[in-house]
């Protein structure tokens, strides 16, 4: 096994890591860019957003797949075609000037996304001690957080200096090289054992997770706390656009860097899980959420910040221990079970910034807010829900024990 501290350690820790970097690099790279596309091409704000969700509904609906071909193959194999996929699909972009075809191309880049985000920790586990496994697990999250920040920050201010056909090219450099060096990087598995696992095995545990109220609720969090999160900061791109302020795509897009919060928050969860439970967070993280998206209706830039702060301090929370409890209480069939929270993550932000953009068009930054409300009103519904559930299987636990002979 790779042990923690060793020099093989190091090497293959960097590559997972680096890999993962350019995985959400190249996920989030064009979320800045939706207000120049709505400005340019002279299309809807709704229509815009089709580049960010064609990617991440290409991803959640991949997820899955990669893992069955992942049991067969090799998770190796799976990552490295997954990686080098990203430049091939990113030159064709950055040549293309079709916005449909550069929105099913988008849809390309994240099924490829999937390959990587489906298998990396299966790797992980396989091939590192349980030492080594839970830091190298903490440096993946972290460049996770990373790379999403740092593909934003590099579309908004590209774009601004060369264009977003510029912007891609640049991306699509950067990902050829530190695709070359993850290759070199990532040494072969050495405990993989090829499974027969089918997809239609997957399916049946697929449906046994849905059927479990316990996990379907956590699911349904996980996909409608994305909604509000990610999408909020695409509206409120649109907004600092737009006049009065008019602000510049390059400096926009650094409104990014207030993800910092929840990459601060997601690590304290585990403290909260430990002393008031998965639940209570969740529901706390939501309202810190609400506070946030409050704060946001102030018209000076600075109040917004500091509401994008609050908001993604808030989301990030729910989600790391919504994340957490589906693969805590999963029985069987884990790595299933958290593949299908990010299937229901994916979507939901997929379909979120539709619904916020909608209002945004219809009733300006006063709906937008309106809007999240009622998605905070349907997530404070499905914590409670799982509360309930919670409740009810305690009760029939006791019962049980007490009929017991």
């Not at 340019?40 to 899955?64: H, K, M, P, Q, Y």
């Not at 990203?86 to 988008?106: C, K």
């Not at 919060?261 to 008031?276: E, N, P, Q």
Request: net charge positive.
């Amino acid at each position: 096994m790779i042990e923690l501290g060793s020099p093989r350690y190091r090497l293959t820790a960097f590559a997972l890591a680096f890999g993962s970097f350019l995985i959400f690099c190249n996920l989030y790279l064009f979320q800045p860019m939706l207000p120049v596309f709505a400005a340019t091409d002279g299309i809807s704000e709704t229509r815009a957003n089709w580049l960010l969700a064609a990617t991440t509904l290409g991803l959640s609906f991949s997820l899955v797949p990669w893992a069955v071909v992942s049991e067969r193959v090799g998770r190796r194999p799976v990552m490295l075609v997954s990686l080098w996929m990203l430049p091939v699909i990113g030159l064709i972009i950055a040549t293309s000037s079709s916005f449909w075809i550069i929105v099913g191309l988008r849809a390309l880049v994240g099924i490829a996304l999937g390959g990587f985000a489906a298998v990396a920790v299966a790797y992980m586990a396989e091939e590192f001690s349980p030492e080594a496994l839970a830091i190298a697990v903490g440096s993946y999250i972290s460049a996770n957080s990373l790379g999403g920040i740092s593909g934003r920050v590099f579309g908004g201010m590209m774009t601004d200096w060369w264009g977003w056909h510029g912007a891609v090219m640049a991306m699509t450099v950067f990902s050829l090289v530190g695709v070359a060096i993850v290759s070199k990087l990532l040494p072969r598995q050495r405990y993989f054992s090829p499974g027969n696992t089918s997809l239609l095995v997957h399916s049946r545990g697929v449906l046994t997770h849905l059927r479990t109220p316990k996990l379907w609720l956590a699911m349904l969090i996980g996909g409608v706390n994305f909604a509000l999160f990610v999408n909020l900061f695409s509206v409120i791109a649109f907004r600092l656009v737009a006049a009065p302020y008019q602000l510049p795509v390059s400096l926009v897009s650094s409104v990014f860097v207030c993800y910092l919060a929840g990459t601060v928050t997601s690590r304290l969860s585990g403290r909260w899980v430990l002393h008031f439970g998965a639940i209570k967070g969740m529901a706390f993280g939501t309202c810190v959420a609400m506070l946030g998206v409050l704060v946001t209706l102030s018209s000076q830039v600075l109040w917004m910040v500091v509401g994008l702060l609050i908001v993604s301090g808030g989301a990030f929370f729910t989600h790391s221990l919504a994340y957490g409890w589906v693969s805590r209480q999963a029985a069987q069939g884990k790595a299933t079970a958290t593949a299908l929270y990010l299937v229901h993550y994916y979507v939901g932000g997929s379909l979120g910034g539709f619904y916020l953009i909608a209002a945004w068009q219809h009733y300006a930054w006063p709906g937008v807010v309106i809007a999240a409300l009622v998605l905070i009103t349907v997530l404070l519904g499905l914590v409670f829900g799982l509360s309930r559930v919670m409740r009810r299987r305690r009760e029939s636990q006791r019962h049980a024990h007490v009929v017991a002979p």
